[in-house]
């Protein structure tokens, strides 16, 4: 199958300068952020007045357009242009791809761009260490193998109907994190208004242990030793990627005082992500939250996954995010957190959560499972695909 450099199979895109053009519009403003790279798709646009937006808001997308983020290239963050962001305003941190419609089907190049072969083109030619980017004339010299289109629309609905499936079972996954939240309104109600008037002691009372993370200054990472948490390693809902950590060679006596125990829960403390709760599992392998954490142990009358779901009850996130942002940078301290409520329900009600959880958490690993061999299959379909052996 011959390939050829996507510069020369699309239309080039008109760009704007909605300060001056459109000061008293809103526009609908699409940003690196914007783009959910799991997803693959635009889902968090903001609209903000022409006046107001960014010196990057510059290029205006049409339907069919594909998106591929130039900054750090290696998360691909992606997107197709649908209906709903015709007209919008894209960063200028985004090469929009336009195919020419006699010679590129747009799916089939949405496609392409989320394969792994361009993937790992654009990791390997990003420059800049601590900001990886590569240019526009980067992303438009990558070669992109070409049958004609009417093969290219058979090739995109088949990867089109794989990803559907994706889609569906990482939905079904979500739902999952509703189920969990719910079944914990259901037996305990909101731990704010704590309307089943269980004992109602501070955070604080329930505590056993509580300390900072340790700030590594001048060590280096390695490819072995203890993995270090850091708060991109946490899910919004509660979940870590141990894949993802770094790690480092640390004593004895800092393994020793900082190493997290099962039913340890740890607590983003600071930036962006003030707030995010997980919980330290049996399986989980040995590890030790960074400075941005803080590591808490609970009394016998509270069980671990219990105070994981009140911290993690909107109620709860609420005041955390409310407090945090008193301060210049977002932060909420040790002192706070203590503050917090935690109603102290019958133990014998918080095993009976802990249990109904675990029947919960099966059906997750279930669901992770088919997502793994529905990833596998995709994989297996992307690189049959473009070698015409689909």
């Known amino acids: 199958m011959n390939a050829v450099p996507i510069a020369s199979l699309v239309r080039p895109v008109a760009t704007w300068n909605p300060i001056a053009k459109a000061p008293d519009d809103e526009i609908q403003y699409i940003d690196i952020g914007a783009v959910d790279n799991v997803g693959k798709c635009i889902a968090a646009p903001q609209t903000v007045l022409g006046r107001d937006a960014p010196s990057r808001a510059r290029q205006l997308v049409s339907v069919g357009d594909v998106l591929v983020s130039t900054v750090r290239p290696g998360l691909n963050a992606v997107a197709h ?42 990791a390997r030619r990003a420059t800049g260490a601590s900001y990886p980017a590569v240019s526009d004339g980067i992303v438009g010299e990558s070669k992109i193998p070409l049958p004609p289109l009417t093969e290219q629309r058979r090739i995109a609905e088949i990867l089109d109907r794989a990803e559907t499936l994706r889609a569906q079972r990482r939905q079904a996954l979500a739902q999952l994190d509703f189920l969990a939240d719910a079944i914990f309104l259901e037996m305990f109600g909101d731990p704010v208004q704590n309307s089943k008037r269980w004992p109602n002691p501070s955070l604080g ?31 919004e809902a509660g979940r870590l990627d141990f894949r993802a950590m770094p790690r480092l060679l640390v004593s004895p006596e800092e393994l020793a005082k900082y190493r997290l125990q099962s039913g340890d829960l740890i607590f983003a403390r600071t930036g962006a992500t003030v707030g995010k709760v997980a919980l330290i599992g049996a399986d989980d392998p040995e590890c030790i939250a960074g400075a941005y954490f803080i590591t808490m142990r609970f009394v016998e009358n509270i069980r671990p996954i219990y105070a994981f779901s009140v911290l993690r009850s909107p109620s709860v996130r609420l005041i955390v995010e409310t407090r945090s942002r008193q301060a210049a940078q977002q932060n909420f301290s040790g002192p706070g957190l203590r503050e917090l409520p935690m109603p102290v329900p019958p133990i014998a009600l918080q095993f009976e959560f802990e249990r109904r959880i675990a029947a919960v958490q099966e059906m997750r690993t279930s669901q992770e499972r088919a997502l793994t061999e529905l990833n596998a299959l995709f994989a297996s379909l992307q690189h049959r695909a473009f070698r015409g052996e689909l």
């Open 81 to 122: 242009v649908t209906a709903e962001f015709d007209g919008a305003t894209a960063s200028t941190g985004f090469c929009v791809l336009r195919p020419e419609p006699t010679k590129l089907f747009p799916s089939y190049l949405f496609s392409w761009v989320k394969s792994p072969d361009f993937v790992s083109e654009m």
């Open 205 to 235: 009372g329930a505590l056993t242990f509580q300390q900072y993370g340790p700030r590594f200054y001048n060590e280096q990472y390695s490819e072995a030793g203890t993995p270090i948490v850091r708060i991109t390693d946490l899910s």
